[in-house]
C-alpha cells in the first residue's frame, strides 16, 4: 500500500520554482509565550543562527557551512528530533537527518528560550521541513491522475513537553509567512492524524484530494 499523500482539495499548489520558495535566514513573528522547556533534543554546544524562543530555517547549505563543531552540535538535534518525530509517527525509519536533507529543501527549527547561540546549550523544542515533491493527485473533476510538484510538508513535529503551548503554531505560521504560502495551496506527505487534527483546528482544512 503506498503512503498517503495529499494535497488540498479544490486547490492547484505552486510549482518549486516559485520564489517564494527561496527562504531568508530568520524569521521572528509574534511568539507563544515562553517558558523554558528541557527536552532531550538539546546538546550543550552553542549553534549561530538558532533563535532563543523562536525559529530559524535552514538549507542544507546553511548546514553543512558551519564551523564543524557547530555542524556536529546541529546533525545531533536535527537527527535526533527526526528519530522522535518517526516515532510519533509510527514510522519504521526517521524521513528527516542531516544527511537527508535536500538541496531545495527547508528545514525550519523552534528553540527554547534556554538556548543561547553563543555559548550553548542549544535546546530544541520542534521542527518543520518543507519542499518540493513530485506527486500524482487524483483530477477532482473528470477522473484520471494529474501530476504535478507542490511545495510539500514533509515532516512536522513537537517535543512531547512543548504541545499544547503554541510551538507548533509558531513553526507552521512562520513558515507560511515567510514563503507567502497558504495551507490549502500546500501537500501533506504522510500526515498523522495530529497534523491532520492540527489543520483542521488551526487552519479548516477538512477536504484532500488523493
Same mark, same amino acid.
Given at each position: 500500500r503506498h503512503p498517503r499523500r495529499l494535497s488540498a482539495a479544490g486547490r492547484s499548489p505552486p510549482r518549486a520554482s516559485d520564489p517564494a520558495c527561496i527562504p531568508p535566514a530568520v524569521h521572528r513573528i509574534p511568539r507563544p509565550r515562553c517558558l523554558v522547556v528541557l527536552t532531550s533534543m538539546q546538546h550543550p554546544r552553542g549553534i549561530r543562527g538558532l533563535v532563543p524562543g523562536g525559529v530559524s530555517v535552514w538549507t542544507r547549505e546553511q548546514i553543512v557551512r558551519l564551523p564543524p563543531e557547530e555542524y556536529r552540535a546541529m546533525s545531533a538535534l536535527i537527527d535526533e528530533a527526526? &528519530?522522535?518525530? $518517526?516515532?510519533a509517527q509510527g514510522l519504521p525509519a526517521? #524521513? !528527516?537527518s542531516t544527511d537527508r536533507m535536500l @538541496?531545495?529543501?527547508?528545514?525550519?527549527? $523552534?528553540?527554547s528560550d534556554a538556548t543561547r547561540p /553563543? /555559548?550553548?546549550?542549544? #535546546?530544541?523544542?520542534? #521542527?518543520?521541513? &518543507?519542499?518540493?515533491?513530485?506527486l500524482f493527485i487524483a483530477k477532482t473533476t473528470g477522473g484520471g491522475i494529474e501530476e504535478m510538484e507542490p511545495c510539500c510538508v514533509l515532516d512536522f513535529y513537537v517535543h512531547e513537553t512543548a504541545q499544547r503551548g503554541g510551538w507548533g503554531s509558531l513553526l507552521? /505560521? !512562520?513558515?507560511? @509567512?515567510?514563503e507567502s504560502r497558504h495551507p490549502a495551496r500546500l501537500a501533506y506527505d504522510r500526515p498523522s492524524p495530529k497534523l #491532520? $487534527?492540527?489543520? $483542521?483546528?488551526?487552519?479548516?482544512?477538512?477536504?484532500?484530494a488523493r
Open positions: 527526526g &528519530v522522535r518525530s $518517526a516515532r526517521p #524521513i !528527516t @538541496e531545495d529543501q527547508r528545514l525550519y527549527l $523552534a528553540c /553563543n /555559548n550553548g546549550p542549544s #535546546i530544541l523544542l520542534g #521542527i518543520l521541513k &518543507v519542499g518540493p515533491k513530485r507552521f /505560521n !512562520t513558515f507560511l @509567512e515567510s #491532520i $487534527a492540527f489543520l $483542521a483546528k488551526h487552519h479548516n482544512l477538512r477536504s484532500y
